[in-house]
Nanobody
């Protein structure tokens, strides 16, 4: 059974930084593109950053220039460095694969990021 465990969220002031981590177990992690998603109440889950198995990255316009996604295949981990955080970044952040000829893993519990003064 594949498990996704996110961590690193918390409360931060505008302009602050957080680093999120996601550890994947029960899967051959390295072959998949991975992404960070976020969801706020009343809105659909949004893909904010992705990284292919070859290391190519992509970002939603809303986070471009502020967030950086990285992966460590040896650790079955994917990270999201978030800088210059804004209140509108407040959401529950999830990791999962980026589907390509497959489906999402079962979603983990996510990690809450709250940006507030």
């Amino acid at each position: 059974q594949v498990q996704l465990v996110e961590s690193g969220g918390g409360l931060v002031q505008p302009g602050g930084s957080l680093r999120l981590s996601c550890v994947v177990s029960g899967s051959i992690f390295s072959v998949y593109a991975m992404g960070w998603y976020r969801q706020v109440p009343g809105k659909q889950r949004e893909l904010v950053a992705s990284i292919t198995n070859g290391g190519r990255t992509d970002y939603a316009d809303s986070v471009k220039g502020r967030f950086t996604i990285a992966r460590d295949n040896a650790k079955n981990a994917v990270y999201l460095q978030m800088n210059s955080l804004k209140p509108e970044d407040t959401a529950v952040y999830y990791c999962n694969l980026v589907p390509y000829g497959t489906s999402w893993y079962n979603w983990g519990q996510g990690t809450q990021v709250t940006v507030s003064s």
